[in-house]
């Protein structure tokens, strides 16, 4: 497995089949954070900070509970609520940074790794614009756990856009991050895919440099994340998908799967 913090640089696109066929694909970077490393970061990069403001910075409180407390001891809560105790290993964050001070993040990913650097559970953290964030735990089945393959399943539970109703389910498939990320989102209702989300990019090393570059090419991109989101909900208001009410949020934020072969931990 390739070690440690990293920039990614590639793109994310969307494809909708029904009841109007949709199509997006945007240019986009990401950091591969180590929760260990943040500080050793901010040391080391000019262009890179922890909770404080630079051309690319990192605030605890953007992930999680909000809080902006202890965010590696609140991700291994979860997993101990899934039946998982890492022992040590590492927990990697892939999301976007704030960009000058701003962010948007409507799905950031824990890659959560034993000790042995065997990928242990993802974490996905969803953040809708409507301000409200759910996280969905799941372990990785032991047969995929040395190939770091992504094969998981859960039921929706955040509310993320006025065009999608909640009876769906979500599928992911895709890797660990190594010389290059892979990652893709069925959402699935009753009649079958939905719409497809897929990410690809490709490894850099976290330089100054090639943040700059990174920052050159895709200038105010989580500002553009934000616009993109509702230019594309204009085009789908305007080919006639139609709209869905928002429910009550969940009244828990995290979706648990448990490990069935460690469930008695949590017990």
């Not at 970061?41 to 407390?69: E, K, P, Q, T, Y």
């Not at 996280?135 to 770091?148: H, K, N, S």
């Not at 090639?210 to 909900?233: D, R």
């Amino acid at each position: 497995m390739t070690p440690g913090s990293a920039l990614y640089r590639g793109a994310v696109s969307h494809r909708r089949l029904r009841p109007r066929v949709h199509r997006l694909n945007y240019r986009v970077f990401w950091l591969l954070v180590d929760l260990d490393e943040v500080d050793g970061l901010d040391r080391r990069l000019r262009l890179f900070s922890r909770n404080r403001f630079n051309l690319l910075s990192f605030h605890d409180r953007d992930h999680g509970d909000g809080s902006g407390a202890g965010l590696r001891r609140h991700i291994e809560a979860l997993l101990r609520r899934a039946g998982l105790d890492l022992e040590g290993g590492p927990i990697r964050l892939l999301t976007m940074p704030r960009v000058l001070g701003y962010v948007f993040n409507p799905i950031s990913l824990y890659y959560c790794h034993h000790a042995d650097h065997r990928l242990a559970a993802m974490v996905y953290e969803v953040t809708s614009t409507f301000g409200i964030r759910h996280a969905y735990v799941i372990p990785v089945p032991l047969e995929d756990q040395t190939t770091g393959l992504i094969r998981q399943g859960a039921a929706k539970a955040l509310y993320v856009s006025p065009f999608m109703g909640m009876e769906m389910d979500y599928e992911f498939r895709g890797h660990a991050p190594g010389p290059r990320l892979d990652l893709t989102i069925d959402g699935i209702d009753a009649e079958g895919v939905l719409i497809t989300a897929s990410v690809a990019a490709e490894r850099r090393e976290l330089t100054d440099w090639n943040l700059l570059g990174a920052v050159a090419a895709m200038p105010f991109l989580t500002l553009k994340v934000m616009t993109a989101i509702h230019w594309e909900a204009l085009k789908l208001w305007i080919k006639r998908v139609p709209l869905t009410r928002q429910p009550p949020p969940a009244w828990d934020p995290v979706t648990i799967q448990r490990c069935a072969r460690e469930s008695r931990l949590d017990r």
